[in-house]
Structure formats: C-alpha cells, structure tokens
C-alpha cells in the first residue's frame, strides 16, 4: 500500500486536489542570501503555475522581524508555512524539490510521481 509521504495516510485516504481554494502562505528567510533567494523565487514560481489568482504569499526576512520569527516559532531558514487551508503545513530547508512542496500543499493526488503540468 502507498502513503502520502506528508501525512502518513494511505494514498486512497489522501484527500483530494483542491483546485478552487485560497492559499495563505508565510515563507521565513534570512537576508538577502543565495539559499533565500532561491527559496522565494521557487516558492512564487510555484505559485504561480499552480495557485494562479488564489494564494497570498508573505515573505519574511526573519533578520529584520526576529520577534516574528520568534512568535512562530521558526528553528531554520527557509520555512515556509501553509495556514490556509488546513491543515497547517511546514517545510522546512530546500524550497526547490518541487513535488515534495506540491504534495504537501495537496496539490496533486496522493503524491503522485508526475507533475501534472510539467516540471518547474
């Protein structure tokens, strides 16, 4: 039996695509650096291929909101945290393994191999 590599549910249990809802999501850099850099343009790349018009994206620069960073309780940089819709979501580290962010987002069925619009 398959499971979804996110919630440790069997694939046939994962719940399905949710292409019409609205995307509320906060990813947590450090400066100005090579690694947040790549972060926030994987992550509006993402974005836009496959939230087109339904997500808002904040980006914060933890080094200028530490107390922010504090409140949610950010360990690494990047982090990028899902708050709608639920369940919440953290990734945490490398922003540029597309299908890992993807199946973690639900956005597509039960952690398929394949991009379903071509790989990023």
Same mark, same amino acid.
């Given at each position: 039996?398959e499971?979804?590599?996110?919630?440790?549910?069997? *694939?046939?249990?994962?719940?399905? @695509?949710n292409?019409?809802?609205?995307? %509320?999501?906060?990813?947590?850099?450090?400066?100005g650096? *090579?690694? %947040?850099?790549?972060?926030i343009?994987?992550?509006?790349k993402?974005?836009?291929?496959y939230l087109?018009?339904?997500?808002?994206? &904040? @980006?914060? &620069?933890?080094?200028?909101?530490?107390?922010?960073?504090?409140?949610?309780?950010i #360990?690494?940089?990047?982090?990028?945290?899902?708050?709608?819709?639920l369940?919440?979501?953290?990734?945490i580290? &490398?922003?540029?393994?597309? &299908?890992? #962010?993807? *199946?973690?987002l639900?956005?597509?069925?039960?952690?398929?191999?394949?991009?379903?619009?071509?790989?990023?």
């Amino acid at each position: 039996m398959e499971y979804d590599i996110m919630t440790k549910t069997p *694939v046939e249990a994962a719940a399905p @695509v949710n292409d019409t809802a609205h995307y %509320s999501l906060h990813l947590y850099v450090t400066g100005g650096t *090579v690694r %947040s850099i790549r972060a926030i343009a994987n992550i509006r790349k993402i974005c836009e291929v496959y939230l087109k018009g339904r997500y808002d994206l &904040d @980006v914060v &620069d933890i080094s200028q909101d530490p107390m922010r960073a504090q409140s949610e309780q950010i #360990i690494a940089a990047p982090t990028l945290i899902k708050t709608l819709p639920l369940p919440l979501r953290r990734f945490i580290g &490398d922003m540029s393994q597309t &299908d890992r #962010i993807l *199946v973690g987002l639900n956005l597509y069925p039960g952690g398929a191999a394949l991009l379903p619009r071509g790989e990023l």
